[in-house]
């Protein structure tokens, strides 16, 4: 409460509406702090959701590692000097977390960079729409499984041989989770399937102090979709359209519930939860 503007400020007066840019002294516009100190990992952190994140805890005072796809390495440098931007480290780790070694090396290369790890992000995803259930592989549904599911209980093993109490995990699911969805059957499957591993794991850990939540976002404008080889150029240009506000959210929107899920000044009482943020979607799933 101390330190803000206090009047007697200088005489002015604007005629309506007003410009902001004439304000003397400017309104302010902070970050709280409330990941001040704190260490992150986000997967799929290169662009999207997780980029999204990366940069609004870097606001918040945390220092971020992001994991990624080799072939991603142009916007995870993007995402990197996003970071730095706002005073922060961001360490870049580039890897398959289909493989279990590069999921216990992603925790392991955070926790030597930073000394330590507070937050995890389990973010990233596949998806591949198919028009039957007989177009989806065993590789391909295999594929799914691996990076949604697998990785995020691969990393969440690996996170905990470091994490202390207050410490958080949180994880992306879907509104495919709650609803299903008629052209990503393993897709949807997965997102359920961690629905049901963030609430066990919440329950396993509750006694050290350490919160597992989920986020279940509707459609959100990312290089997910339009690189789905499911969706058609026409498709993509009407993506979201059908949401009831009409559109797509941008990934900034959807970042601030990971703050929010992170902040013990925020959340300290909530864990176990699939904190859908929908566009207007309703479920009490």
Request: glycine share 10%.
């Amino acid at each position: 409460m101390r330190g803000e503007p206090e009047p007697p400020f200088p005489k002015q007066h604007q005629e309506a509406p007003g410009l902001e840019s004439r304000l003397t002294p400017r309104p302010r516009y902070r970050a709280a702090g409330k990941l001040k100190g704190k260490v992150a990992l986000i997967t799929g952190g290169d662009s999207g959701i997780g980029r999204a994140i990366a940069v609004l805890y870097a606001r918040e005072g945390a220092n971020v590692a992001i994991a990624y796809l080799p072939s991603e390495h142009p916007d995870a440098g993007e995402t990197s000097r996003a970071v730095k931007s706002h005073g922060r480290r961001c360490l870049l780790i580039p890897g398959d977390l289909t493989d279990t070694a590069a999921c216990d090396s992603a925790v392991e290369q955070t926790v030597k960079q930073f000394g330590k790890l507070d937050i995890l992000v389990s973010n990233a995803a596949h998806q591949t729409r198919k028009k039957t259930l007989e177009a989806i592989t065993d590789e391909e549904f295999d594929l799914t499984f691996q990076t949604n599911i697998y990785a995020c209980f691969r990393l969440s093993r690996a996170a905990l041989r470091y994490m202390k109490p207050g410490s958080a995990i949180i994880v992306t699911s879907s509104e495919t989770g709650i609803f299903g969805s008629k052209y990503l059957p393993d897709y949807a499957s997965t997102k359920g399937a961690i629905n049901a591993f963030t609430k066990s794991l919440a329950s396993l850990l509750i006694d050290k102090g350490i919160r597992v939540n989920a986020v279940a976002p509707g459609p959100v404008w990312t290089p997910l979709n339009p690189s789905d080889r499911g969706m058609t150029p026409a498709r993509v240009a009407q993506f979201g359209k059908s949401n009831p506000m009409g559109r797509p959210a941008q990934p900034e929107e959807i970042a601030p519930a990971y703050v929010f899920l992170a902040s013990d000044a925020d959340s300290s009482c909530i864990t176990g939860i699939v904190l859908p943020v929908m566009g207007g979607e309703t479920s009490g799933g």
